[in-house]
Antibody, heavy 113, light 112 residues
Framework: EVQLVETGGGLVQPGRSLKLSCVAS????????MYWIRQAPGKGLEWVSS????????YYPDSVKGRFTISRDNAENTVYLQMNSLRSEDTATYYC??????WGQGTLVTVSS | DIVMTQGVLPNPVPSGESASITCRSS???????????LNWFLQRPGQSPQLLTY???TRASGVSDRFSGSGSGTYFTLKISRVRAEDAGVYYC?????????FGSGTKLEIK
């Protein structure tokens, strides 16, 4: 059974950093692209980042480019999202996904002073 | 960026009836391999999104055949036959044709 468990969310002040983790199980992690998607409270879905199987290619929308960094550790079956210079508009539930077919339960990030 | 525009449903939809959700893209989602890179998701209240269809019309594993995706390169429809209470939630279309990947704003389905 595919499982994705996100951790690392919480309350953080504007301008500070936070690192999210997503531990995967139930599939061959190193064979799949992984994604981060977020959802602000009461709002729709926004794609945040993609990473290919070996971590050599990464993609971001303009809204987070230069501030967020996706990475992965295939030995640990884990994908990360390093978030720097956080803003109030980054407040959202952050989901990791395996090829969009499987999603974790999400972790809430609240950026507020 | 490709803009995804979703339609509105005349809610609530009576149980047992059909519902069609529309989605339009600002650019063709057909890639050179002939596939149309359009996903549909359902997000039930309090849950993570669930993939329903990919490549416009291919149902994801375990998804009921009451869900069917269709369309052209820029206009898409998700049809739900014989709607049930469990189908209630917000439906999203997403283009994965090119970066940045973009979602529609969502279409809410309520069941009567």
């Amino acid at each position: 059974e595919v499982q994705l468990v996100e951790t690392g969310g919480g309350l953080v002040q504007p301008g500070r950093s936070l690192k999210l983790s997503c531990v995967a199980s139930g599939f061959t992690f190193s064979s799949y692209w992984m994604y981060w998607i977020r959802q602000a409270p009461g709002k729709g879905l926004e794609w945040v980042s993609s990473i290919n199987t070996d971590g050599g290619s990464t993609y971001y929308p303009d809204s987070v480019k230069g501030r967020f960094t996706i990475s992965r550790d295939n030995a640990e079956n884990t994908v990360y999202l390093q978030m720097n210079s956080l803003r109030s508009e980054d407040t959202a539930t952050y989901y990791c996904a395996k090829g969009f077919a499987y999603w974790g339960q999400g972790t809430l990030v609240t950026v507020s002073s | 960026d490709i803009v995804m525009t979703q339609g509105v449903l005349p809610n609530p939809v009576p149980s047992g009836e059909s519902a069609s959700i529309t989605c339009r893209s600002s650019k063709s989602l057909v890639y050179k391999d002939g596939k149309t890179y359009l996903n549909w998701f359902l997000q039930r209240p309090g849950q993570s999104p669930q993939l329903l269809t990919y490549w416009m019309s291919t149902r994801a594993s375990g998804v009921s055949d009451r869900f069917s995706g269709s369309g052209s390169g820029t206009y898409f429809t998700l049809k739900i036959s014989r709607v049930r209470a469990e189908d209630a939630g917000v439906y999203y279309c997403q283009q994965v044709r090119e970066y940045p990947l973009t979602f529609g704003s969502g279409t809410k389905l309520e069941i009567k």
